[in-house]
């Protein structure tokens, strides 16, 4: 009588697991739409002039103009920006990546009073809005001198980003087992050596989700790179585009090309480090 039940519902079931998955493929579709749609748009509007943009926005360029990307593409006013933002990420993922690893290993590793209120602390830095503090940051920031100086924005961002980081890695620490680090002792490896001769090197997939987030996320700064350079030379890739619109406001598909050419490397970083990213994103929730 079971078995009769079972096969009889089961039949059922059918159709609502297939409305089910049709609905979730529905919504993928649309949300993939509303990502690649711009993005193709744009690469096809910068291969246009702007009569093409007037008369076809979503069609094929024809003819193709090639000189909106070539002229980027050896003009400095790409490639400085370029290199500044490269540079300003680089050294906030070093440091922020340096600091957080070395407090979340105190706070997952070692039992002291205060701990937990000082976690706690870190973690209120989730909530503290960046626009918020653009202000007494600013007059911090010139009175320590380091206006138009890269240090500038690095240091910042690199106080920001803690927060997020220290709480990734310290899920991630806290899933080593502990006998793991009672061997290491009673082999003669002190602290220190446990930290960077075993933690580290498991801690891998977590240190390069970190990575990941702080590197985009100063390469997508605006604000702060906006008010801390007025020196042209220092400008970042976001500083560089809103410059860029408002000097060739009237020629949008150079924008368009502009803005092509800024996104690929962010992009391009982010689909090699896409699979490290999930990794790490599920590595402390999977151990122990």
């Given at each position: ?270 689909s090699i480090a896409e699979r490290h990213l999930i990794g790490g994103l599920t590595a402390g929730a999977t151990k122990g």
């Amino acid at each position: 009588m079971t078995g009769r039940s079972a096969r009889a519902t089961a039949p059922g079931r059918r159709p609502g697991a297939w409305l089910r998955t049709l609905l979730l493929h529905a919504t993928v579709i649309v949300l993939g739409a509303f990502i690649v749609v711009p993005i193709v748009y744009g690469v096809l509007g910068g291969f246009k002039d702007n009569a093409q943009l007037t008369a076809n926005p979503f069609g094929l360029p024809s003819p193709w103009i090639l000189s909106n990307y070539a002229d980027l593409l050896v003009s400095a006013s790409f490639w400085r920006p370029l290199g500044n933002s490269a540079l300003i990420g680089v050294a906030t993922t070093l440091l922020v990546v340096g600091v957080s690893a070395l407090a979340a290993f105190v706070f997952a590793r070692f039992a002291f009073r205060g701990r937990e209120l000082i976690f706690t602390l870190f973690s209120v830095g989730l909530m503290f809005p960046f626009a918020v503090a653009i202000l007494p940051l600013f007059i911090l920031l010139r009175t320590f001198g380091l206006l138009d100086n890269p240090l500038g924005v690095i240091l910042p961002q690199a106080a920001f980003g803690l927060p997020v980081t220290i709480i990734v890695l310290r899920t991630f620490f806290r899933s080593i087992p502990r006998e793991i680090e009672e061997a290491a002792t009673l082999d003669g490896c002190t602290a220190y050596g446990f930290f960077w001769r075993i933690l580290l090197p498991m801690a891998r997939p977590a240190l390069a989700t970190v990575s990941v987030l702080a590197i985009v996320a100063s390469w997508n700064n605006f604000m702060l790179p906006l008010v801390v350079f007025n020196d042209p030379n220092w400008w970042t890739i976001p500083v560089g585009v809103q410059q860029f619109q408002g000097q060739y406001s009237d020629d949008t598909a150079r924008v368009l090309a502009y803005v092509v050419l800024a996104m690929l490397p962010a992009l391009g970083f982010y689909s090699i480090a896409e699979r490290h990213l999930i990794g790490g994103l599920t590595a402390g929730a999977t151990k122990g």
